[in-house]
């Protein structure tokens, strides 16, 4: 979700758990350290946590347990920096109360001194990973003040990596593992080629990781053609959400039933087993996305799957229209992409997935331009003249539970859906 305001084994790895719609990591923070599960979040730029004492963990269901919580005073290597943290995210979701610094581990990669946000009011039971760029913090958008050091920036100031930039391998539906790589790339996870575009700027700043999509379609139906659309690659988001005409095309191709109080559609669970392509394409690379990668399994409070009038079997369907909002390209388009987020050079690199791969074969990203091991510059890209607005002030969620791997100076984090991966 979105906030508003030399060839070795290199780079920094963490396994992701994966729960259909969410992606987790794992860490700890403070001395003695505190267990944590966050959401990996590309949409926003912050790093925050519950604390025990807020209104909401210390309900007497325990909401926050499950994702653990942190207590500055309970921390011998806790820095206070100051009471501006307020973040909100376009789900309506939140948190507030101080900015911090303490230590911060990810497996065997510990950073002495990150900065971060403790919510002391919050309605979000799991903290949140925002990788993004720094200056999308809310320490810059809501108090105006300069950027500081989020994750990834600070792995490269402390020498962890070289640059400021990661790959994320969501892996498929039905994975419940796949992993991002601070400062690598794995080239066992995709299929070449691995293109480059550049990310949009907003308002003359690169904020928020929005390219440009040129073509969309459905099977041989043609949804979009001589596109120059902007899209935002958002792992805090579940869905994907394009604008409203393409979209309600889509739904009279699959049969979809949209209800607009959730502002999301249903489709039989049979499409499940459909194979037809989503093709989503860059200029020149192109994503294809199978259907049955769009079909989320969902449950009632009953535990039971919910029915259309007929009886047939309904989930939810992963794409859903953007209305005034932003254009999102969520986790149901993200699974079916390997992609490098290279914040130093301000581009993009995508190509398909290789899913379910079980080799690595990890490569660093270097310094510098053409950092990017094996990526090739899309020629004479396509730029956005439609779905920009400058950057604002709502953010983003994601989920991911993460463990991270120290392997010379790549650093692999693996992830694990759902917290169901015992690590």
């Not at 993009?348 to 899913?355: C, G, K, Q, R, Y």
């Amino acid at each position: 979700m979105r906030y508003v305001p030399r060839q070795n084994n290199f780079g920094i790895s963490v396994t992701y758990t994966h729960q259909e719609t969410l992606y987790f990591i794992n860490g700890t923070v403070g001395t003695p350290p505190k267990s944590l599960r966050l959401h990996l979040d590309t949409g926003s730029s912050d790093l925050w946590v519950n604390t025990p004492s807020s209104s909401l963990c210390a309900e007497s269901s325990a909401p926050c347990k499950y994702a653990g919580t942190y207590s500055a005073n309970g921390s011998s290597t806790y820095e206070y920096i100051g009471s501006w943290f307020n973040i909100s995210y376009v789900d309506g979701s939140g948190a507030s109360g101080d900015y911090v610094s303490d230590t911060v581990t990810f497996g065997d990669a510990t950073l002495d001194r990150l900065q971060f946000g403790i919510g002391y009011s919050s309605n979000n039971a799991q903290g949140i990973l925002g990788i993004g760029y720094p200056i999308n913090e809310v320490q810059v958008g809501r108090a105006g003040m300069r950027p500081y050091n989020n994750l990834p920036a600070q792995m490269v100031a402390e020498g962890l990596i070289q640059s400021n930039a990661y790959s994320l391998w969501l892996n498929d539906l039905d994975a419940n593992t796949g992993n991002i790589l601070f400062g690598g790339v794995d080239t066992e996870k995709f299929v070449p080629p691995l293109m480059s575009l550049p990310v949009e700027s907003e308002a003359g700043v690169y904020a928020e990781f929005m390219i440009t999509l040129t073509k969309l379609q459905l099977g041989s139906t043609q949804i979009g053609g001589d596109l120059a659309l902007a899209v935002l690659l958002d792992t805090g988001s579940s869905l994907t959400y394009l604008p409203d005409a393409m979209v309600q095309d889509i739904f009279n191709l699959v049969n979809a039933q949209y209800d607009s109080d959730s502002n999301a559609a249903y489709v039989p669970c049979s499409l499940a087993n459909n194979s037809t392509l989503l093709s989503f394409t860059f200029t020149s690379p192109t994503i294809n996305v199978e259907m049955n990668e769009l079909v989320l399994d969902l449950t009632t409070s009953s535990g039971q799957r919910p029915v259309f009038s007929d009886g047939t079997e309904a989930c939810l369907f992963g794409i859903a229209p953007a209305g005034d909002g932003t254009n999102v390209l969520g986790d149901t388009f993200l699974r079916s992409a390997y992609v490098v987020y290279d914040l130093e050079n301000n581009e993009i690199s995508m190509a398909a997935t290789n899913f379910n791969s079980t080799r690595t074969q990890v490569v660093e990203i270097g310094k510098g331009v053409g950092g990017v091991p094996g990526a090739t510059r899309v020629e004479n890209p396509t730029k956005a003249t439609e779905g920009l607005h400058g950057p604002n002030s709502l953010g983003g969620i994601s989920a991911g539970h993460k463990r991270i791997l120290g392997v010379g100076m790549v650093w692999v984090v693996a992830m694990v859906a759902g917290g169901m991966l015992v690590v």
